[in-house]
Every structure is written in C-alpha cells, then in structure tokens.
C-alpha cells in the first residue's frame, strides 16, 4: 500500500520509476523498439559486428525511447547504442555489446534456414542403416529400424 502511494507521487512529481541500488536487474534491457525488427545485442569481438552487419544487421542509433530509464549507459544522441556486457577485449578495454536489429521477414528466413538444417540431420540420423543393422561406415552401431527420437514439445502440444 504504501509502494504504491511512492509510485504515485513520483508519477505526479514526474520523477522516474526509482531502482534501489543492489537489486538485481536486467542490463541488457531496452524499450522503444521498432515493430516489424528483432533486436539483438551483439558483443565486438574481432569479426562479429561486421558479420551481423554481412547478415543484414544495422546498428540501433541512441534515442531516449530506446534508452529508457538506464541514465548510466546514456550516449550523446546517434551514436551507436551500447552496454558493457562484462570481460575485457583484445585491447584490454570492457568488452562492448552493440544494440542491432534486422528485418523481421530475413530474421524468419535465417531462423528456417537453421531449422532446415537440424530436420535434414535428424532425418539422416533416424534413417539408420539399410543394411541387417550393425556398424556404419564411420563406426557407430546403428539398429535396423534406425534411431527413434522424439521431440517433447511437439509430444505436449
């Protein structure tokens, strides 16, 4: 009761929302994001950024709605939107994370491509060998009827 006359107030008095220091929070959260993209946070290790960039990733530039309440983190405006994720880079700096986002529909692409990749394996494996089981030509066992598998998030649907 007494939580929420403080929220009150401070809506009123058009203060922010206070975190207490200590407590746990997520550093890698951002708001304002623009719908029809999904967003990423990439870390600068050497050739990460420019592959995202080669994947169809662009950079977040900063703008309040995207920095919401984390004043900490505050870049002038249209710089690229950045968190120190932890650890050190090559040079002995605080590794860097860069806020990017890709379109929505090349996300789903990508995402169908990996997934295409997994069903074309698990395929192959559940085939087993067409011969009166026994090893296969990389050595490993293989039963006649091949290798059952089963998904469980299919199974609780």
Do not use: C, H
Not at 1 to 15: F, N
Not at 59 to 72: A, P, R
Request: proline share 4%; hydrophobic share 25%; aromatic share 6%.
């Amino acid at each position: 009761m007494v939580r929420a006359r403080r929220e009150e107030q401070r809506e009123q008095d058009g203060r922010n929302r206070r975190v207490p220091l200590g407590t746990p929070r997520t550093k890698l959260t951002f708001t304002g994001k623009e719908p029809g993209y999904v967003y990423r946070v990439v870390n600068d290790d050497p050739g990460r950024l420019q592959a995202a960039v080669n994947g169809g990733y662009e950079f977040v530039v900063d703008e309040k709605s995207v920095l919401g309440e984390d004043v900490e983190n505050t870049r002038e405006m249209g710089a690229k939107v950045t968190r120190n994720v932890g650890g050190l880079n090559q040079q002995g700096q605080p590794r860097k994370g860069y806020l990017m986002k890709i379109r929505q529909d090349w996300y789903d692409e990508d995402q169908q491509a990996k997934q295409d990749a997994i069903d074309e394996k698990e395929k192959a494996t559940k085939q087993g060998n067409p011969d009166d089981g026994g090893f296969g030509s990389d050595g490993r066992y293989i039963p006649n009827e091949g290798i059952k598998m089963e998904n469980t998030l299919e199974r609780k649907q």
